[in-house]
Nanobody, 120 residues
């Protein structure tokens, strides 16, 4: 079992930045890849980014490359999502999950989500 807790969401103006954190407990964090997804109202959950166990291999949604950066600190059992140059269309609930790939079905454990709201 893995317990994931996201934090760092909030309200930010367009062009601003936020860093999301996801603290993991339960399974040995260092063995598993992690990912971030987001879900806007009325839309399906979509892939944002993922990172392998060592941090040496990352994936990003094409539309987010260059603005978002995923990283992890295995000593702290935490994965991060640095979001820069935020746009109103980035508004969503952001979820971290344990797994690897670009589909929600590739992931087995999910956090409760953190709300990110970008005002224009």
């Amino acid at each position: 079992q893995v317990h994931l807790v996201e934090s760092g969401g909030g309200l930010v103006q367009a062009g601003g930045s936020l860093r999301l954190s996801c603290a993991a407990s339960g399974r040995t964090f260092t063995r598993y890849s992690m990912g971030w997804f987001r879900q806007a109202p009325g839309k399906e959950r979509e892939f944002v980014s993922s990172i392998n166990w060592s941090g040496g291999n990352t994936l990003y949604a094409d539309s987010l490359k260059g603005r978002f950066t995923i990283s992890r600190d295995n000593a702290k059992n935490t994965v991060y999502l640095q979001m820069n140059s935020l746009k109103p269309e980035d508004t969503a609930v952001y979820y971290c999950a344990q797994g690897y790939g670009t589909k929600p079905s590739d992931y087995h454990y999910w956090g409760q989500g953190t709300q990110v709201t970008v005002s224009s």
